[in-house]
């Protein structure tokens, strides 16, 4: 017999499938700096990461190396400098890149090369790949400073890296960039990750960053668009200096035809497989543009406007209204679609011989419910009763009577419906009546 916490497992394991049909042969570009290997947080990333390659997900890394140089230097006894957040990268710290680069190589491979058995590397059998895939030129002299040997990216190998991918490797980027008369340039790993993520097209680029980007309350951002990211570059949003920098070349990316940019933290234990298999997700998901949109609704949104007024009629809350109903009224139905999943609707069915229409089936997803989404969609039903001349908008309701009372109804007689649907009240349902000016 099945307990409770089978039914939990079974039901979140279903809950998940959809992700993996979404996201089997995309590519994702896996971003993050040489602290997370150095802090010991690369473990339970490369568990995570042998998931989505399990899972047929086409994975790039690509891997910063900074307190790994600063230890070489260390060693050397070298100094390290900077100019505007950038390393000045002179022959001795090049050759501190060279060594520190090669190391960490190892210890990426080594633990994406785990496979002892009762560990989530069982089996897993994963073959790595790296190469000179990055062609860099010089930073230059900026501001009256020679970065010497810091290069930036001239251009990505993507066909290289595509058919390492094709033959199933996952491939690992480092932050070193090649010239063709054979020179070797020390890069950023943010521009390494932005270039290579728009050479291949990825369908994401994903940072791991030391702390999230939040709102004014506290809370995670989880959707940020672009323009609205731009506002927190240029203002006075508290963001640590790493978030500040993936921020800002996450928005380069999105606006380079990538299109989502994640920033997660890698202080939270499996923040990539919660951003990307749940719907609330875990950091902040960049977009060039807005995610959410209202619109009316197509008969290919029949299934999805099914899927969230089924079990609210089966509760009583609706009215039942079958398949061929619905195909037949769809021009009367709204949705609000998040990135490309229906996650409320509500149907207009004007009166105009009485001035007044009726909203009707108004449903939102479980898991969006509390973030305005039936507000947006009450709003939206109004403006479109009032374009049409109509000065009164009623709903009937046996459950949600407080919720549309907060929001400028009141309860009135039955005798207040237009004749039409006044004859068509059912009597057994007592639905009430409640009532607003538009």
Known sequence: MATSSDSQFVSWFRSVAPYFHAFRGRTFVIAFGGE?????????????????????????????????????????????????????????????????????????????????????????????????????????????????????????????????LDCGNIVIVSNIGYSPTGEVFNCTVEDVAVATAKALVADKLIYFTDAPVLDSRGRVRTEIAAQEADKLLTGASRLSDDTRLFLQHAVEAVRGGVPRAHLVSHQVEGALLIELFTHKGSGSMITADKLEKLRGATIDDVGGILSLIEPLEA????????????????????????????????????????????????????????????????????????????????????????????????????????????????????????????
């Open 36 to 164: 997370v290997v150095d802090q010991g947080k690369f473990v339970a990333i490369a568990h995570d990461l042998n998931l989505l390659h399990s899972a047929g997900i086409r994975v790039v890394v690509v891997h910063g190396s900074r307190p790994q140089i600063e230890a070489q230097l260390k060693q050397r006894k070298a100094r390290s400098r900077y100019a505007e957040g950038i390393r000045i990268t002179d022959a001795v710290a090049l050759e501190c890149v060279k060594e520190a680069v090669g190391l960490l190589r190892v210890e990426i491979d080594a633990l994406l090369s785990q496979g002892l058995p009762n560990s989530p590397m069982a089996g897993a059998a994963i073959n790595t790949v790296s190469g000179n895939f990055i062609t860099a030129q010089p930073y230059g002299i900026r501001n009256g400073t020679d970065f010497q040997y810091t290069g930036a990216v001239r251009k990505v190998d993507a066909q290289a890296i595509k058919g390492c």
């Open 315 to 438: 509760d009583g809350v609706l009215v039942y209204r079958g398949r061929e109903i619905i195909e037949r009224e769809i021009q009367r139905f709204y949705v609000i679609e998040h990135d490309g999943m229906i996650v409320g609707n509500a149907a207009l069915y004007p009166f105009p011989s009485g001035k007044a229409a009726e909203l009707a089936a108004l449903a939102v997803r479980p898991e969006s419910r509390g973030a305005g989404i039936g507000e947006k969609l009450l709003e939206h039903v109004s403006r479109e009763a009032r374009k049409r001349g109509l000065r009164q908008l009623f709903v009937l309701t046996t459950q949600a009577t407080h919720w549309f009372i907060e929001r400028g109804f009141g309860e009135a007689d039955i005798a207040v419906l237009p004749e039409p649907r006044r004859s068509l009240y059912n009597y057994q349902r007592r639905s009430k009546v409640l009532v607003k000016n538009i």
